[in-house]
């Protein structure tokens, strides 16, 4: 039997409705359209007997998806609406070229990417007060007034190296090639399992990015902290979710229960994407092409 698609759609980016138009047709004809959902809209999403999600919209959209959607464990398809399109493999002539073959009755092309949950405890509280999962990153970001802060590192509770500085980066092999890379930090292969640890602007020349495998847990704890009305040091998910944090406060974050599962596009590979859209070893005046000498 044909796959059934629900397709969610960020409404607010340039060509989606263009975009969903031709999309829309194409499950019409090869496969069962489950229904069309605004990706900006709040709360759960009813799959109303999907098989599959299909994305439209930039990588935003798609973290926010992956989160919102987490609990359903369909496959998802991102079709690329916007800018850069990291994450999301396929625009729209490509997914119509495959779209036969996606919503088909045949074994899909599936990535299972690794989310991490965040988990944070209130100074004076017994547990966690706040709990959120990330596909990219957990961000402790120092915020204003942007004074230095002081964060306590613990690998499964053994104490770690003190971060000084304007905060620092937690990611995914997904996240790798995000905020981690902008910071320093090094690109890791999505099939891996692992966390990523990237100081963001760190008062130190010996503070190193390190890679750690997904078994372990990571606590940060806000030795010091830009407290204040207002905003302040602050702990961020995949740049979407935002959460304050004071002084004393403590992170938690290890590998989530749940997992992303990703259609590929059996056109591309990861290792084509970085050099095709991050211009990966790029030589200046290659034009994003990597020096073959």
């Known amino acids: 039997m044909p796959r059934a698609a629900l397709i969610l759609v960020n409404h607010t980016k340039p060509g989606a409705d263009e975009a ?82 996606i ?28 709990t959120s999962a990330a596909l990219n990153d957990a961000v402790v970001t120092a915020g204003p007034p942007y004074r230095l802060i002081e964060l306590d590192i613990y690998i499964d509770g053994e104490p770690g190296p003190t971060v000084r500085g304007d ?3 937690v990611a995914t092999p997904v996240g790798s090639t995000a905020y981690n890379v902008s910071a320093g930090g090094p690109i890791v292969s999505p099939d891996l399992d692992s966390f990523t640890i990237t100081p963001i602007a ?13 078994e372990h ?22 740049g979407q979710v935002h959460h304050r944090l004071r002084t004393g406060a403590r992170v938690r974050l290890a590998r989530s229960g749940r997992a992303v599962r990703l259609v590929r596009n059996p056109d591309t590979t990861f290792w084509s994407t970085l050099i095709r859209k991050l211009h990966w070893a790029a030589a200046p005046g290659q034009g994003g092409r990597a020096d073959p000498r």
């Not at 990291?86 to 119509?96: C, G, H, N, R």
């Not at 760190?202 to 997904?214: D, G, T």
């Open 20 to 101: 969903l138009s031709a999309v829309r047709r194409a499950v019409e004809r090869h496969g069962r359209l489950a229904g069309v959902a605004d990706a900006d809209a709040d709360g759960a999403v009813d799959a109303n007997g999907a098989d599959l999600l299909v994305i439209l919209g930039g990588d935003g959209t798609i973290l926010a998806q992956a989160r919102r959607c987490a609990d359903l464990g369909l496959p998802a398809l991102g079709v690329k609406v916007g800018n850069l399109g990291f994450l999301a493999e396929f625009d729209t002539d490509s997914f119509l070229r495959h779209a036969p073959a």
């Open 217 to 238: 847990s990571i606590e940060l704890v806000a030795r010091r902290a830009n407290d204040g009305d207002g905003a302040g040091t602050t702990l961020v998910l995949d």
């Open 103 to 130: 919503l088909g009755d045949g074994p899909l092309p599936i990535a299972e990417r690794m989310m991490l949950n965040a988990a944070v405890t209130e100074p004076g509280a017994a547990g966690p007060t706040f």
């Open 167 to 169: 905060g620092v980066i």
């Open 202 to 214: 760190a008062h130190s020349l010996a503070f190193r990015p390190i890679v750690l495998p997904a």
